[in-house]
């Protein structure tokens, strides 16, 4: 268990409002990550962290930003949702330097309607 | 492009049956980690395997990566309902970025 909690677990909104995803982690991992999961698509990167105020972008990162403003704590947020986000989206955290696995948090459900 | 490749998509096997899943990468890869999901559940992460040739076990599921790097393959001995879920391969760049392939689901009839 490498101490992560997202939340919330499920949420529905509607097209154009904003939402904040928290990812919180208690072990004090360098990197963390944010990922989307869809039917056909896979796992694919939206933002990572590798440190307090240390992010960049991944291969998904338009309509999403992140922050990160301490160790535990990374933020993905929409800022004006649309129907393409409807996704699972799932934090991760690396325990270690390089040649280290991820570890997963075990999602959020958002539903954009 | 980064791009991992795993075949089947998805298998259905009968209890007790062994099973192969490929994961296949145009580029040499500096690491690749096999990770099981449970529906609705996160990732678990299996096994990782970094040099040509290595090989690795845990209970029933051996992981192998050939000696070029760029395949690897997940085997499953006498499979059992527990095994049911999605298989993932992932690998990592230099940029600590993680990518995946697009998993295998793999069902096992009791």
């Known amino acids: 268990d490498a101490g992560i909690t997202q939340s919330p677990r499920h949420k529905v909104t509607e097209t154009g409002t904003p939402v904040t995803l928290r990812c919180h982690q208690t072990?004090?991992?360098?990197?963390m990550y944010w990922y989307r999961q869809d039917p056909g698509h896979g796992l694919r990167l939206i933002h990572y962290s590798y440190g307090v105020k240390d992010t960049d972008k991944g291969e998904v990162s338009d309509g999403y930003s992140v922050s990160r403003s301490k160790t535990e704590d990374f933020l993905l947020t929409l800022e004006s949702a649309t129907s393409s986000q409807t996704s699972v989206y799932f934090c991760?955290?690396?325990?270690?330097?390089?040649?280290?696995?991820?570890?997963f948090g075990n999602g959020t459900r958002l539903t954009v309607t | 492009s980064q791009e991992l490749e795993q075949s089947p998509q998805s298998l259905i096997v009968q209890e007790g049956k062994n099973l192969t899943i490929n994961c296949t990468s145009s580029k040499t890869l500096y690491g690749l980690y096999w990770y099981k999901q449970k529906y609705g559940e996160g990732l678990i992460f299996l096994m990782m395997?970094?040099?040509?040739?290595e090989e690795k076990s845990h209970e029933k599921i051996t992981a192998k990566l050939d000696e070029k790097k760029q395949q690897s393959s997940l085997h499953i001995t006498a499979s059992q309902p527990s095994h049911a879920g999605i298989y993932l391969c992932g690998a990592e760049n230099t940029g600590n970025q993680f990518y995946f392939g697009t998993g295998t689901s793999l069902t096992v009839i009791p």
């Open positions: 395997l970094q040099k040509g040739g």
């Open positions: 991760a955290v690396r325990q270690g330097a390089n040649n280290s696995p991820l570890h």
């Open positions: 072990e004090n991992h360098r990197y």
